[in-house]
């Protein structure tokens, strides 16, 4: 029997949505759905498909007061955010009409053939911190490639879900092309278990790794999995501390450090320069605006007061192991789920490698660079760092040391640019990273030998 469930405003406690979470028999109607309707779908044109995807985005800029409401609902993020998350949604359309013609699309030349074909019914399993603008980047690839999608939000976030249902629904995509369930682990794992082509999902390395194993042993499946990081950020001299500072404040701290990009360790050197930076970061730490929604504030809440509680309890573990205290990630507020940035100095303690959803900074002092880059690679993950310094040399050493698949020189380790691939090695993901390459997972190539009229292959050691 299908269960009820609700979305609880983090910042204020409110429910902003409540509805049923799809059974297994929703699910395999609905994937059913979405398979009847993929042979037409996929010999649509693809201008067609294009012209739909672009009125798409002009539907999605008309609506984006309502879909930055509806994210800062759910999860909590100030307008502001939500409005530039709500942009990007937009933009996405056409950085994937570029992908899609120059990694995949239709080639030929002399003798030879290039196609691709689109997969079939493709999953599309959303995390909650871009509930709008991380499916949408599975989805709108999906169907330009020519497939068809079930899209299960993150139970966090429903409701932006809705109104993108309704924007494509405006833009004239046909019913059945994309489908939407609802629900949480149990609607997710009645999709993993329905007749699905392709899943495509973004999430924790938990459960990316679960899926992983789960589709063991089927390499019919597409499987793109884009997972979380434990990601670096080097500060080096020469460099400029306020500027170092910001970038790093930023890196760790932007959507309450909920972004998979975040700096999680930051590296500085021992000595007064290292000093100096932990003491501008400390000072914009007491200077941060916390709150909601229109508030003309830089962080949220977290998600909810649970995640505020494992990020509690994940600072107590790094206590622990050895790490110094500067200073402390706290709850305050009503709803549990308000938390003050941390910082913690983890130089002599015993390093856990996870990855803390959250705003906690831990600091590695380091003697010497390669000791910096050693620290740096010291993690299962892969997904992002950053160097800042304004020696060229020292970034092109970061970029041949260095082990993550998005490397920022100067600039923060969040802020991804959707014209380049976004994925790294390690626990972050299974080599199908998403953005611009995320054309590459949504078709398979059909490459083709040409001749126009029947002739015989040359044959070697024939009579
Ligand atoms: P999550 O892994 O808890 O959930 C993601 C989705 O998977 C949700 O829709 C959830 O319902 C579903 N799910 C979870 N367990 C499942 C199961 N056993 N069976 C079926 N479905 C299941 O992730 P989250 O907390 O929503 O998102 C935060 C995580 O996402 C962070 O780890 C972050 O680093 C990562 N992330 C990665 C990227 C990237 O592009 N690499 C981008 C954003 C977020
Ligand atoms: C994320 O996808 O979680 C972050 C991407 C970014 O920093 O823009």
Known sequence: ?????????????????????????????TVATGRSVFESWRRTDISDREAILKRYAEVVTEQKEQIAKAISDDMGKPMWEARTEAGAMAAKIGHSINAYHERTGDKSGDGFSLSHRPHGVMAVLGPFNFPGHLPNGHIVPSLLAGNTVVFKPSELTPSVAEIMMDC?????????????????????????EAEIDGLLFTGSAKTGTFFHKYFGGRPEVMLALEMGGNNPLIIHEPCDVQAAADIAFMSAFITTGQRCSCSRRLIVPAGEFGDQVIAELMARIEDVTIGQGEDNVFMGPLVSAEAAEAAVDFQTALVASGGKLITELERFGQTGAFVKPGLIDMT??????????????????????????????????????GLVCDDEHIWAQAQSEMKAGILNWNRPTTGAASSLPFGGPGLSGNHRPSAYYAADYCAWPVASQLSPKAAPPAMVGMK
């Open 1 to 29: 029997m299908s269960e009820t469930f609700q979305s609880i405003n983090p910042a204020t406690g409110d429910i902003v949505w409540e509805g049923q979470a799809a059974d297994e028999e929703a699910v395999n109607a």
């Open 168 to 192: 494509f629904a405006k833009a004239g995509l046909p019913e059945g092309a994309l489908n939407l369930v609802q629900g949480g682990r149990e609607t997710g794992g009645a999709l993993l």
């Open 348 to 385: 002599k303690a015993v390093s856990i490698d996870e990855e803390l959803f959250g705003p906690l900074l831990q600091i590695y002092r380091s003697g010497n660079l390669d000791a910096a880059f050693a620290r740096a690679n010291d993690t299962r993950f892969g997904l992002a760092g």
